[in-house]
């Protein structure tokens, strides 16, 4: 079983404007409503592997009840805190400058709903189970709450993926959770490092060499995204680095969290080394051959998986 937490969630309101007025009226059109956040991209995701799991973390208001039904509706199951605050929306918009974000910093989270989480991730946390720990963290909640769920799932027998950036991965890191998968720019605040690299290869290779330390500090399994120069995979046998596919890409929006489910799915279903690479690659690069944040589909993941 797999479990996913998201403690900051949104309604991605995705539209599209013919010429952005800055200062001035915009009309919208082709209006989407999806439901995001990076634990419930990466339970997306996973369903459309075919692996049923469940979403957890903090939700509120109507735009609450709008994740609830959606998540409802693609079957993954859910078990959210119910907040007073209201689940933030972010608003995208294309335009002739590209894509424009508006995002709501999100509601305000009270130590009360906190113990409620987790109340319920406990209730959860049987033996074997893998939680997935997704993305940000809503005003109210501390740096090392990532950190403390980590602690007590590992004391249930749970294993733990981590993904998550600044001071909740830094502090997470502390508890060792079983697999992470920082981006490079994640990578570079976890260890200090403000320089520019240079060339790809520069890249690659402190990826790599960050890679083998965060291993060597009991991280099981270590993968780096590295956007369009792919990503790098360690455990304790192997550190590769793998290039990104040749593809045509739509949106980079929310391949890392396809590349993270796509990790834990193998994880949890056991799978060797080199088939793990295999789908992270695949998985992430048929996110990027989708609009906006939308979930990989089916069809592309296997036309890639047979491309090799
Ligand atoms: N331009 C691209 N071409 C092919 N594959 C890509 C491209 N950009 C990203 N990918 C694939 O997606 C993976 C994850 O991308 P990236 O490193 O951007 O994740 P991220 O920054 O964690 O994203 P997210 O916004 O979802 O958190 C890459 O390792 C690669 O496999
Ligand atoms: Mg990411």
Redesign the pocket.
Known sequence: MIITVTMNPAIDKTAEVDELVIGGVNRLKNIRIDEGG?GI?VSKTLRVLNKPNMAMGFIGGNLGDTVRTKLQKQMIMADFVAIAGETRCNLKVHSEFGMTEFNEPGPNITPGELQDLFGRITRHAKSGTLFVLSGSAPAGVPDDTYKKMTELLHQCGCKVFL?TSGALLRSGVEAVPDYV??????LMELYGVKTKFETSEEIIEFAKEKAKDLNSKGIKFV?V???????VFCDSYDNIH?P????E?KS?????????AAIAYCLDSNMYFRDIVRY??AV??A??MTEGSQSPTKETIVQLLRQE
Do not use: F, Q, W
């Not at 995204?225 to 990503?231: E, I, N, V, Y």
């Not at 990104?244 to 593809?247: G, S």
């Open positions: 990076k991209n993904d998968k920082p981006n490079l720019k994640e993968a995204s590295l956007g369009s120069d792919g990503a793998v990104a596919k040749k593809i890409v980079r929006v929310g391949a890392g969290d396809a590349m993270t992270a690659m992430s690069a996110a990027c």
